[in-house]
């Protein structure tokens, strides 16, 4: 009888190994067969190696010098765009969403294999559908009395967990932590006449965003929560496209002083991220788009904003980290943040409620844009604008944590 119960032991033992998927001698090996990780490299970013940033006010501004005092903190690798977010790319966004609106008045469902109704791609749009007209203003309320798309629709909804609270609050449930927005993603065109006061910027409004003239231009009329549902919606079509592939992180704004290490280019204290000290090179040409003198916006090159790739990247290959647009960052703004951020990858992050106070609001601009004078295009200085608002110089652009490569690939 016992003899009986050890063979069924032994075979119960090499059914359990089998099952498994993994053999079994005895030894710490840990779990086989686990998804290989080779790293990634995302089309259009570049990846910024870690190092350590001395931060503080680069210019000789005594007053700024009280709020940002010279410190020395340690910033990990990441993946950042090389530009920023230009017209075309956002539109991308901006389709998604549209056609998404067009799936769901049509009915266009399936049913996955979890029992989950997704929407099915595959169906062709018939943009004449009768069922699609509560998408589109009516011909008599338009100027010219083209169809034109109610961009009030374009609603996208995004989520984000509040770490701050996962970690401070140990009764805190996933329900607790998890946030739900819904934002119109369409970009504010009339901030071109906003604001500039007594000034004529019709044209721009009419045709920056939409124009094919303006599409390697960087976007702009985008709000910080608006920037946060791109980089979300951004993040879940690289997950749909690589199912298999391990990857954990999320596309999302830099903090501040990812930026500004970025910024840098690897040169510790320099005031630009060109290096030098000077606006202008050796030939006396200016080095960023900016306002250089009083009403003189064309010196530079560009009226307005220009081409996302204009001007000579800096060592990093970054393009326009001074000028252009002047970047949204995920950190929120507190004067005194210097003084008691930690040295180790520092960020201060708020979720301001609508009935907070406007100065809660507050989030890091950074880099200066076409429309600043030169001492915002500079590495050190540090800007801010309200979360829900929107404007003709900001912009952003997107990093990705580096999460390491195989030990093979060295």
Not at 3 to 26: E, K, P
Not at 310 to 323: E, K, R, S
Not at 371 to 400: A, H
């Amino acid at each position: 009888m016992s003899r009986n119960l050890l063979y069924i032991g032994v075979l119960l033992l090499a059914v359990l190994i089998i099952g498994c998927g993994q053999s079994f001698d005895g030894q710490l090996r840990g779990v086989e067969d686990r998804p290989r990780w080779t790293g990634i490299n995302p089309y259009g970013m570049v990846y910024i190696p870690s190092g350590t940033l001395h931060i503080g006010q680069s210019d000789e501004d005594i007053f700024n010098s009280f709020i940002q005092r010279p410190r020395t903190i340690s910033i990990p690798g990441f993946y950042m765009d090389d530009t920023e977010i230009t017209n075309n790319e956002y539109r991308q966004f901006v389709y998604w969403v549209r056609d998404s609106i067009a799936h769901t008045l049509l009915d266009h469902f399936y049913v996955d294999e979890r029992g989950e109704e997704r929407l099915d791609w595959e169906f062709f749009i018939d943009w004449n559908d009768e069922m699609l007209e509560p998408m589109f203003i009516p011909p008599s309320q338009t100027v010219n009395r083209r169809r034109a798309y109610d961009v009030s629709m374009f609603n996208y909804e995004y989520r984000w967990i509040d770490w701050q609270r996962a970690a401070h609050d140990r009764n805190a449930t996933f329900n607790d932590i998890l946030n739900i927005e819904v934002v119109n993603i369409y970009p504010d065109t009339l901030v071109w006449i906003r604001d500039f006061a007594y000034s004529y910027n019709e044209p721009m409004t009419r045709n920056y965003f939409s124009h094919p003239a303006f599409d390697d231009y960087p976007v702009v009329g985008v709000s910080w929560k608006m920037a946060k549902a791109f980089s979300y919606w951004r993040t879940q079509m690289w997950d749909a496209f690589r199912p298999h592939e391990p990857n954990s992180e999320d596309f999302r704004l830099p903090t501040e002083f990812e930026w500004e290490y970025a910024a840098r280019g690897g040169r510790d204290l320099a005031p630009f991220p060109w290096g030098a000290y000077n606006l202008r090179n050796a030939k006396g040409c200016l080095m960023g788009n900016f306002k250089p003198g009083r009403g003189n916006y064309p010196e530079d090159g560009g009226m307005y904003t220009v081409n996302a790739y204009m001007y000579f990247p800096n060592d990093y290959g970054l393009y326009n980290m001074a000028g252009n647009v002047a970047e949204w960052t995920e950190t929120a703004y507190f004067e005194s943040a210097y003084s008691y951020i930690h040295d180790l990858s520092p960020d201060i992050k708020y979720d301001a409620k609508p009935d907070d106070p406007e100065s809660y609001k507050r989030k890091v601009v950074r880099g200066g844009s076409w429309k600043d004078i030169g001492y915002y295009l500079q590495t050190g200085t540090r800007s801010w604008e309200y979360q829900d608002t929107t404007k003709s110089y900001i912009g952003f652009r997107n990093v990705l944590t580096f999460l390491g490569r195989s030990i093979d690939d060295f």
